[in-house]
């Protein structure tokens, strides 16, 4: 790297911007096996502990978070309407993307404000998420 400048090669990016690609295994089964696979084995790490939760009737089951069948925009929107951090106007603003954080209705446009919004359906996080899916 020179004086001045910012250019690196593809070798020397950051850790946390390389390709997942370079960690992952091509999987022999299902992936619904191999996930059950994995909390098997992660549960049977456990040792004694696992022998505690069993006796008080806590056991592994899979359980994958509603929406999960979902296209990838439905499900991503999903993730950050659960997690409360997404492109709403609030964020946007503190990003410096945009100048204003306003909603239509002219209220600050907060990931909580996007739950509750006239704009979107007000039945479930699904129609929720597939009401914003392409905006936040």
Not at 15 to 31: A, K, N, Q
């Amino acid at each position: 790297m020179t004086t001045g400048t910012h250019s690196m090669s593809t070798h020397e990016r950051l850790s946390s911007r390389s390709s997942f690609l370079d960690t992952t295994e091509v999987l022999d089964t299902t992936p619904t096996d191999a996930r059950i696979t994995e909390w098997q084995n992660q549960w049977n790490s456990l040792g004694s502990q696992t022998t505690q939760w069993m006796e008080r009737g806590i056991t592994p089951d899979e359980c994958l978070a509603t929406g999960q069948d979902q296209p990838w925009a439905v499900c991503k929107t999903l993730n950050r309407l659960r997690v409360g951090e997404g492109r709403c106007k609030v964020s946007m603003k503190k990003w410096k993307i945009t100048t204003s954080d306003a909603c239509v209705y002219g209220e600050s446009q907060t990931m909580e404000h996007i739950m509750r919004c006239s704009q979107a359906p007000q039945c479930t996080k699904l129609a929720c998420a597939n009401h914003w899916k392409d905006v936040i």
